[in-house]
T-cell receptor, first 114, second 113 residues
Framework: DGGITQSPKYLFRKEGQNVTLSCEQNLNHDAMYWYRQDPGQGLRLIYYSQIVNDFQKGDIAEGYSVSREKKESFPLTVTSAQKNPTAFYLC?????????????FGPGTRLTVL | DQQVKQNSPSLSVQEGRISILNCDYTNSMFDYFLWYKKYPAEGPTFLISISSIKDKNEDGRFTVFLNKSAKHLSLHIVPSQPGDSAVYFCAASSGGGADGLTFGKGTHLIIQP
């Protein structure tokens, strides 16, 4: 079955620790995205990558880092510099970064900072 | 500064009737609009989209209308079914979506039996 997987589903971390969220897709999609959702809020774009070895900052990139070494994988690291990391994190991908292709989302990872 | 606004946090509709969810945007560069449905603790599921060259797009029970002059779009669901109960997000992008989407805060649709 083709799809986007995110692991783990729930993640706890102590304040001051870095943590990496996994996102893998087997859809052969070129572009991948990371969003963050807070309670009662829409999704906000953190980082995106339209091609391997290239990525761009989104609206709220501070305190986060990403890598895109393989087409299938786009891990997100939440660093200790992120002031409010507790949130629901969603990874998405799209078949081609050309116009008018919808993004497909993974199931999400809920990160809680203790 | 919210560029995509969904002013109704929740909407209650009787089963079988029409559900109308509204969305307003402020960025005139937006040229691609999408609606997603989301259940708690899950990723959003794509429903329907429309590009700025159209004013209507239909897919089964779902129809999206775009009024560019008013910077307004709406999602119509008819007839509404119990499984439609979820949070609906309106999203928009310039350049057709390649650079990521800007989301509204969502409208929680409740279908009552």
């Amino acid at each position: 079955d083709g799809g986007i997987t995110q692991s783990p589903k729930y993640l706890f971390r102590k304040e001051g620790q870095n943590v990496t969220l996994s996102c893998e897709q087997n859809l052969n999609h070129d572009a991948m995205y990371w969003y963050r959702q807070d309670p009662g809020q829409g999704l906000r774009l953190i980082y995106y990558s339209q091609i391997v070895n290239d990525f761009q900052k989104g609206d709220i990139a501070e305190g986060y880092s990403v890598s895109r070494e393989k087409k299938e994988s786009f891990p997100l690291t939440v660093t200790s510099a992120q002031k409010n990391p507790t949130a629901f994190y969603l990874c998405a991908s799209t078949t081609d970064p050309s116009p008018y292709n919808e993004q497909f989302f993974g199931p999400g990872t809920r990160l809680t900072v203790l | 500064d919210q560029q995509v606004k969904q002013n109704s946090p929740s909407l209650s509709v009787q089963e079988g009737r029409i559900s109308i969810l509204n969305c307003d945007y402020t960025n005139s560069m937006f040229d691609y609009f999408l609606w997603y449905k989301k259940y708690p603790a899950e990723g959003p599921t794509f429903l329907i989209s429309i590009s700025s060259i159209k004013d209507k797009n239909e897919d089964g029970r779902f129809t999206v209308f775009l009024n560019k002059s008013a910077k307004h779009l709406s999602l119509h669901i008819v007839p509404s079914q119990p499984g439609d109960s979820a949070v609906y997000f309106c999203a928009a992008s310039s350049g057709g979506g390649a650079d990521g989407l800007t989301f509204g805060k969502g409208t929680h649709l409740i279908i009552q039996p």
